[in-house]
């Protein structure tokens, strides 16, 4: 099987579970709403990670002359900070 037909399959089968709304709220339209949620919440974390935090943070703390790396601590206690309130 190739990877093509494993994405239409899929792809045809959430299509069916969300027209399944149309006969009422049921449980496998929940499934695939919260697969999409799950999906969509993933993609958005690695996007941000890789165009995001590694090149503008993580890289020029690593190479960056002592005065930026400084300078980039801020944002990166402010970033910890956010993420403890979550906690």
């Known amino acids: 099987m190739t990877s093509d037909l494993v ?19 049921n449980a496998l339209f ?20 890789y165009r995001v935090i590694l090149p503008l943070l993580v890289r020029p703390l690593l190479t960056a002359p002592l005065l930026e790396r400084g300078l980039l601590l801020v944002p990166l206690l ?3 900070l956010l993420l403890m309130k979550i906690s």
């Not at 929940?30 to 990670?49: D, P, W």
């Open 7 to 25: 994405v239409g399959v899929t792809g045809f089968l959430l299509t069916i579970l969300v027209l399944s709304y149309l006969v009422g709220d």
């Open 30 to 49: 929940r499934f695939s709403i919260h697969v999409f949620v799950g999906v969509s919440a993933g993609y958005i974390a690695v996007i941000a990670l």
């Open 78 to 80: 402010l970033s910890a």
